[in-house]
């Protein structure tokens, strides 16, 4: 397999991520900052930054678990995940 490096790395993954992080950490600095800029005062800016580095990182974490999930599925050789099978204990 591939690893979480290349998936995080390729077919978009960093594009995508950036894009999810711009919007959602704007939305949520002008949520938790929004009355220091409205003030016209600087709002702290590990926190800002921190902000949008999470959905960043959420962004990617996300699809590359997809990405994953779908090697999986390919190189499978039954086209379905590969899960454990259950067993159920009778007493």
């Not at 979480?4 to 919007?23: D, K, N, Q, R």
Request: net charge positive; with cysteine.
């Amino acid at each position: 397999m591939p690893s979480w490096w290349h998936f995080a790395t390729s077919e978009g993954t960093p594009g995508y991520a950036l894009i999810m992080g711009l919007v959602v950490g704007t939305i949520l600095t002008a949520i938790n900052q929004g009355d220091f800029i409205l003030a016209g005062e600087t709002p702290d800016l590990v926190k800002a930054g921190l902000t949008y580095m999470v959905p960043y990182c959420v962004a990617t974490y996300g699809a590359v678990t997809a990405k994953r999930a779908a090697w999986r599925r390919q190189h499978s050789g039954t086209g379905a995940p590969a899960r454990p099978k259950a067993t159920r204990n009778s007493a």
